[in-house]
């Protein structure tokens, strides 16, 4: 099975499939060797990472050539997230065969205007395009997909934008009509709550997405037993992560005046060198270094 298939499988299987967010082809490989399921290409991580806001600051080019490094180093399926698809249905007829060609199994986008504002900040610019247009939007990414298996993913920001059930419903079973594959159901409420009033109500057939960043405290095990989810997407952890062992690392060094007692404490230069795939190149060495 290649990496279309396998998200696929996985998410008619009724299983949860699991994707850990990263930022570079590093975070990636250690999202794959933790047991994860796949990787989600993050707009807000890769902005964080350029330490810009996750605004549409950086370019579609970049996101897009940091999906193909990706997906380059691993052999799990990444879904790319492609905010609202850099413009409007035309801009995503040609986006989304660069994304299936750069190694994505699936892309994630948002019906929101663009240039868009990142969901979780607070006092955020959440506006939505109108439901036609977004229609218009999920139809021109599967009409440009090469493989039937890779997957459009729609995301609504409804409950992100306050505008309640009633829309986040009305918009999630629009853009399954226009064949989305699955209806990502964002909310940035601190508890549940939202969410699960969302799941219990949705009558759509197509599989739900939670990205839990919120609302932390709902476990897989929570979510399996919903039923309606299909894969769960923690968003932001790789980078969160670097932050604070950088930060810790970076002050143990000022206060101790050195790196003397933190050097037993960091992952070894030689596991490092593992992870560059050193293996692969000294291979390569034997076989055609003459
Ligand atoms: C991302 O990780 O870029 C997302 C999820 O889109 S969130 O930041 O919560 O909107
Ligand atoms: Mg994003």
Redesign the pocket.
């Known amino acids: 099975m290649n990496k279309n298939q396998v998200l696929r499988k996985a998410l008619a299987s009724g299983e949860l499939f699991t994707a850990m967010?990263a930022h570079n082809p590093l975070a990636a490989k250690l999202a794959e060797e933790a047991g994860f399921g796949g990787i989600?290409g993050?707009?807000?991580?890769l902005s964080a990472s350029y330490a810009v806001p996750?605004a549409n600051i950086l370019s579609s080019g970049t996101h897009l050539e940091m999906m193909r490094a990706i997906a380059s180093v691993v052999s799990i399926p990444l879904i790319a997230?492609i905010d609202t698809g850099f413009g409007n249905a035309v801009n995503v007829s040609y986006i989304v065969p660069q994304y299936e060609a750069a190694g994505a199994s699936a892309v994630v986008m948002e019906d929101k205007t663009f240039p868009k504002d990142?969901?979780?900040r607070a006092d955020g610019r959440q506006e939505l395009v109108r439901i036609e247009e977004f229609q218009g939007k999920i139809n021109a990414a599967r009409d440009a997909r090469k493989d039937k298996d890779f997957m459009v993913i729609a995301r609504t920001e409804a409950l992100i934008a306050g505008l309640g059930q009633a829309e986040a419903i009305k918009r999630g079973l629009a853009y399954e009509e226009a064949g989305a594959d699955a209806i990502l159901i964002?909310s940035k409420q601190t508890t549940p709550d939202e969410v699960l009033a969302f799941i219990d109500a949705w009558p759509g057939k197509v599989p739900l997405v939670l990205?839990p960043?919120a609302y932390p405290e709902l476990t897989e095990a929570d979510i399996k037993a919903l039923g309606k989810v299909g894969i769960v997407i923690y968003?932001?952890h790789a980078i969160r992560a670097a932050v604070g062992a950088m930060r810790e690392v970076f002050a143990r060094i000022r206060t101790d005046g050195g790196i003397r007692r933190v050097d037993k404490d960091l992952p070894t230069v030689a596991e490092i060198i593992r992870l560059q795939g050193d293996k692969y190149m000294r291979t390569l060495e034997s076989l055609y270094l003459r």
């Open positions: 967010s989600w993050s707009g807000f991580e996750d997230d990142t969901s979780l964002h990205v960043t968003g932001n």
